[in-house]
């Protein structure tokens, strides 16, 4: 079996992390963007924001990931505190994924889960109790990638004006805490 781990992003990795994104928007989101969104952000301007959400982050609290499948960077996670002015958890302290992609053509084979995993690993330990994610709402495999892992919609929804298109968003969410019926002896 290959060696397939999440570790710590290192700033080495930004330019990997950039070219992931952009691929990966451009393959699974050119239905639901405007193409003009989606050609603006270069690999060099994606690579020097990455290098900073890495070797800079806002907080302790923000953290980037990567998936690995032996020598290749094949996904990575970004999260972080909800950012103020968000709709507050009813559940306690959240923490938001910014972004969870795996490359497409890595797919299937577990990466986005171990990625979710670690998030939600972290997350706890630095004392969360909620974790969410604004998922496009035309996103189908993203959004049965987070059900799948137990995620609902929490009724929140956005609009965003994309060079003239209105792009929709729900926030999903999950506890951190696991089902405290399910400890019932």
Do not use: K, N
Request: net charge negative.
């Amino acid at each position: 079996m290959a060696d397939v781990h999440v570790r710590p992003a290192r700033p080495e990795d930004a330019a990997e992390i950039a070219r992931i994104q952009l691929s990966t928007w451009r393959t699974a989101y050119q239905r639901l963007v405007p193409e003009s969104v989606l050609s603006r952000v270069g690999e060099e301007l994606a690579t020097a924001q990455w290098e900073t959400a890495i070797a800079s982050p806002p907080s302790r609290d923000h953290r980037v990931l990567v998936a690995q499948e032996a020598q290749w960077r094949v996904g990575f996670a970004a999260f972080g505190p909800v950012e103020a002015g968000e709709p507050p958890s009813e559940t306690g302290p959240a923490v938001e994924i910014t972004t969870l992609l795996v490359e497409p053509r890595w797919g299937r084979r577990g990466h986005g889960s171990r990625l979710l995993a670690a998030v939600a690993e972290l997350a706890t330990a630095a004392g969360y109790a909620t974790a969410v994610a604004w998922v496009l709402a035309g996103d189908s495999a993203s959004l049965a990638f987070y059900r799948s892992a137990g995620w609902e919609p929490d009724g929140t929804g956005r609009a965003m004006d994309m060079d003239g298109t209105t792009v929709h968003e729900i926030r999903l969410h999950a506890s951190l805490l696991g089902d405290p019926e399910e400890e019932l002896p």
